[in-house]
């Protein structure tokens, strides 16, 4: 079974500052994707960043980035110039590749604050 | 917005009751993929289906059941409601030319008194 851990329960950052939140998982796998996924106080799930296994290069959108350590096993994100509407959890997944599906495990989550 | 729609919002009803969710997903999107989110268990995935198919299972309890139609919305049925059933369903959609990716909609919040 994979697991997914977020070390860090709670975070906060100023605004404009650079924040990074950690994430590592477990697996046996070798074809796998990871998300990192945000929802806010609307409690609406956002799709922020996607990395998939396979592929060296760091995924990036915006001011997200991911610090992707295979060997490691470690799915870092990283939010720039932080914005009081990046408060939010943020919810490292892992899912495998499969002809049954891309099922996702969650991490507990990071709870993020941004204040001015 | 996701393009992912759940209805109802809010559901609050009494324990050993049975209550019924409903999904639809983003425009062609065939895949529908369900999760519970509680404050014990975090967010846990139930079920997928594919097109009509039960695709993959995850820990989803005997009392649960879902269903995808022909027009691919999805239905996911809850009976003989417990307290620790309170929680956030969430119904997620992936694209066809990006299976692994999921979308999802707002949730429904249910409570069982």
């Known amino acids: 079974a994979q697991t997914v851990t977020q070390s860090q329960p709670e975070m906060s950052v100023q605004e404009a500052e650079t924040v990074t939140l950690s994430c590592t998982y477990d697996?046996?796998?070798?074809?796998?994707?990871l998300f990192w996924y945000k929802q806010p106080p609307s409690r609406q799930m956002i799709l922020v960043i996607r990395?998939?296994?396979?592929?060296?290069q760091n995924a990036t959108e915006n001011r997200f980035s991911v610090n992707f350590q295979k060997a490691a096993k470690s799915f870092s994100l990283k939010i720039s110039d932080s914005q009081l509407g990046d408060t939010a959890m943020y919810f490292c997944?892992?899912?495998?590749?499969?002809?049954?599906?891309?099922?996702?495990?969650f991490g507990k989550g990071t709870s993020l604050l941004v204040t001015p | 917005d996701s393009g992912v729609t759940q209805t109802p919002k809010h559901l609050i009803t009494a324990t050993g009751q049975r209550v019924t969710l409903r999904c639809s997903p983003r425009?062609?999107?065939?895949?529908v993929y369900w999760y519970q989110q509680s404050l014990d268990q975090g967010l846990q995935f139930l079920i997928q289906y594919y097109n009509g198919e039960e695709r993959a299972k995850g820990n989803i309890l005997e009392r649960f059941s879902a269903q995808q139609f022909p027009d691919l919305h999805s239905e996911l049925n809850l009976s003989s409601l417990e307290l620790g059933d309170s929680a956030l369903y969430f119904c997620?959609?992936?694209?066809?030319?990006?299976?692994?990716?999921?979308?999802f909609g707002p949730g429904t919040r249910l409570t069982v008194l």
């Open positions: 990395q998939e296994a396979y592929k060296q």
């Open positions: 697996t046996s796998e070798s074809n796998y994707y």
């Open positions: 997944a892992f899912s495998k590749a499969s002809n049954s599906g891309y099922a996702l495990n």
């Open positions: 997620a959609s992936s694209p066809l030319g990006r299976t692994d990716t999921q979308y």
């Open positions: 425009s062609g999107d065939l895949s």
